[in-house]
């Protein structure tokens, strides 16, 4: 069985503050993938990064940035210096494979200007 | 461009009309699948599908039908649709190859009430 975890139901922050989104997994597959969505409030689901259980690497593009720790089975996401069109629900994901996810409850980001 | 699209986008029905929402990908993708999203509990797979006339249950199969007749398209059917299954479903596709830079893609949603 799968399980993600998302403890922060909702953030808010001011604008320029930076945000750090809590994602914790448990599973019993040695090989498994890990990806962060964002859904704005025009409702659609954007990919934002997909990491696979061997690539332990953190990933930064642009104002985003990843933390992937096996040991304590995380994968944290922060933004820096969050703008207002950040403002969304964001969902942190984990499955065997691409299309098999398990999704977490979603964290609510507002930020205000 | 590559999309997946979803028919259609709202829907109020009544409970026990039979409807099918329509999901298409023009990707070439084998691997499609159905999610709903309910507030406070993410999104949860209904059924995918790993090719043509290939399909099996995701985590909340209860309720819904699909089939997989050709690669293009994963319709999904309710044949008595009940109060409990108001809500956002989504279709997604992808190549499922493993590589990181791969992705699922995913339709705009359709939002489905049920009186």
């Known amino acids: 069985a799968q399980k993600v975890t998302q403890a922060q139901t909702e953030i808010s922050v001011v604008e320029k503050e930076d945000v750090t989104l809590d994602c914790v997994y448990e599973?019993?597959?040695?090989?498994?993938?890990l990806f962060w969505y964002k859904q704005p409030p025009s409702g659609e689901l954007v990919f934002l990064i997909r990491?696979?259980?061997?690539?332990?690497q953190n990933e930064i593009s642009g104002r985003y940035s990843w933390n992937f720790q096996k040991s304590t089975s995380s994968f944290n996401f922060t933004i820096t210096a969050s703008q207002v069109v950040d403002s969304a629900v964001y969902f942190c994901?984990?499955?065997?494979?691409?299309?098999?996810?398990?999704f977490g409850a979603g964290t609510t980001v507002t930020v205000r200007a | 461009e590559a999309q997946v699209t979803q028919n259609p986008r709202y829907l109020i029905t009544v409970t026990g009309k039979k409807l099918t929402v329509t999901c298409s990908q023009n990707?070439?993708?084998?691997?499609m699948s159905w999610y709903r999203q309910d507030p406070g509990l993410g999104l949860r797979q209904i059924y995918y599908?790993?090719?043509?006339?290939?399909?099996d249950k995701g985590d909340v199969p209860e309720g819904y039908k699909v089939s997989r007749k050709e690669k293009r398209n994963f319709p999904l059917i309710l044949e008595s649709p009940s109060p409990n299954q108001t809500s956002l479903y989504f279709c997604?596709?992808?190549?499922?190859?493993?590589?990181?830079?791969?992705?699922?893609?995913f339709g705009p949603g359709t939002r489905l009430t049920v009186l």
């Open positions: 997604a596709s992808s190549l499922g190859t493993g590589v990181n830079t791969d992705t699922q893609y």
């Open positions: 599973t019993r597959d040695t090989t498994y993938y």
């Open positions: 990491r696979n259980s061997f690539d332990e």
């Open positions: 994901a984990l499955g065997p494979n691409d299309y098999k996810l398990s």
């Open positions: 990707m070439n993708h084998e691997y």
């Open positions: 599908s790993m090719n043509v006339e290939v399909t």
